[in-house]
């Protein structure tokens, strides 16, 4: 930056201060981008969360076996380039993913309390992953592969789809009024039963907006 202060004159000064705000601005715009980026054990937790095969630790993201499994998740999702390395663009594309996870979650299994929408896989997502995995009748790991991501996006398009779907509260009581004329074939059981469990049909109190994970091609 350069300012003439040879002339005393309130529009030289000016000019200065503009030049001054407008560079500090410019220098922390890295700043704000780098905020966004997870911890290498985050990060870590991410991959393992979503069905990768790596070690959750704090140590650099340089080892042969997480620059293998994020060369997977760069290829699965065409993310270019398939380096190995954990740059901005992964770890948002990363971060959309659990986004779109703990909202399907929120909306078909409904943990309670409901899971926040964050960029992490901590302990409160791998918790409703496994109660989504214990309603399905599925071994309860707590990791949401490809295929329960996949099965979690029809049913939570399914619910968003069809919010009218949802059953009754009250279901009808059958009448004790029994006809003198009625053959022993008759039975009194109600003419109308609940057609569908009332979990995954009740109307969402929050609608999420993506609600389909990207299709993966491992």
């Known amino acids: 930056m350069w300012c003439e202060f040879g002339k005393s004159s309130l529009s030289v000064a000016t000019v200065c201060i503009v030049t001054v705000t407008a560079s500090v601005a410019f220098a922390q715009t890295p700043t704000i981008v780098r905020q ?22 704090n140590a650099p993201l340089t080892d042969a076996e997480t620059k293998k ?3 997977e998740f760069q290829k699965g999702y065409r993310i270019q380039p398939a380096d190995g390395i954990a740059g901005p ?9 659990v986004k779109i996870l703990q909202a399907n979650l929120n909306l078909v299994a409904k943990p309670n309390p409901p899971l926040p929408k964050n960029p992490y ?6 918790s409703a992953v496994k109660l989504y995995q214990k309603q399905l009748l599925l071994p309860q790991t707590g990791i949401a592969d490809l295929a329960l991501r996949q099965r979690l996006d029809k049913e939570a398009k399914r619910i968003l789809q069809n919010p009218s779907a949802a059953p009754s509260s009250i ?3 059958p009448t004790s009024t029994p006809s003198p004329t009625a053959t022993p074939t008759s039975t009194p059981s109600p003419t109308a039963t609940p057609t569908s469990t009332p979990s995954p049909t009740a109307t969402p109190t929050s609608t999420p907006s993506p609600t389909a994970t990207p299709t993966s091609t491992p």
């Open 36 to 57: 966004q980026i997870y911890t290498p054990q985050q990060f870590r937790s991410v991959l393992q969360g979503l069905g990768y095969k790596v070690t959750v630790s």
């Open 69 to 71: 499994a994020i060369q």
């Open 89 to 97: 663009k992964t770890q948002a594309f990363a971060a959309n993913i």
């Open 121 to 126: 896989y901590g302990p409160q997502t791998q």
């Open 171 to 173: 279901p009808p009581s």
